[in-house]
T-cell receptor, first 114, second 113 residues
């Protein structure tokens, strides 16, 4: 079974540019989560999809961040325009609806904003 | 979700058992204890979880005190590849929708030869 995949693994952009991160969850997982760790801080929740619907987006920092999950499969997280403080590692995780094990994480996308 | 307290760092000799403690004195009756770890440059990895009873799987054992206010993750024979940050997380296991994970600082375990 393939795990959660994320693309790209690294992204370096300049302040003001736009970046789109992609996450492919484990096949059949309805729940998809985005988290991030900014430099020196703890891993923080951003938002949660159930299929294509946003279940909880309380962790989204501001309106420069837009997450989508069209068709309930893969998800994208767009940052527009990127700011210096957006640098960090963005993780995606997925889980089945009925699963006590919690969430399976991807390897993350390291975003550097210069 | 209840807050957890873990030591910042621990060392363990290779081949010995690693015992990682976690305090969760405000845990409520419907909250589970989950353990994840993050090996350098990888995403967090699920290890084990439990409610009241002790649990064991191929990776580790979880010992939860009778009052449920603390727990210990045990790696029975630590290897160098177990060097990672270990997170103890308390959360409700919502079987219908799933809940976010609240990560603290974790314990940085260093397994030494």
């Amino acid at each position: 079974e393939a795990g959660v995949t994320q693309f790209p693994s690294h992204s370096v952009i300049e302040k003001g540019q736009t970046v789109t991160l992609r996450c492919d969850p484990i096949s059949g997982h309805d729940n998809l989560y985005w988290y991030r760790r900014v430099m020196g801080k703890e891993i923080k929740f951003l938002l949660h999809f159930v299929k294509e619907s946003k279940q909880d987006e309380s962790g989204m920092p501001n309106n420069r961040f837009l997450a989508e999950r069209t068709g309930g499969t893969y998800s994208t997280l767009k940052v527009q325009p990127a700011e210096l403080e957006d640098s960090g590692v963005y993780f995606c995780a997925s889980s089945q609806v009925l699963q006590a094990q919690g969430q399976f994480f991807g390897p993350g996308t390291r975003l550097t904003v210069l | 979700d209840a807050k957890t307290t873990q030591p910042t760092s621990m060392d363990c000799a290779e081949g010995r058992a690693a015992n990682l403690p976690c305090n969760h004195s405000t845990i409520s009756g419907n909250e589970y204890v989950y353990w994840y770890r993050q090996i350098h440059s990888q995403g967090p990895q699920y290890i084990i979880h439990g409610l009241k009873n002790n649990e064991t799987n191929e990776m580790a054992s979880l010992i939860i005190t009778e009052d449920r206010k603390s727990s210990t993750l045990i790696l029975p024979h630590a290897t160098l590849r177990d060097t990672a940050v270990y997170y103890c997380i308390v959360r409700v296991a919502n079987y219908n929708a799933g809940n976010m994970l609240t990560f603290g600082g974790g314990t940085r375990l260093m397994v030494k030869p």
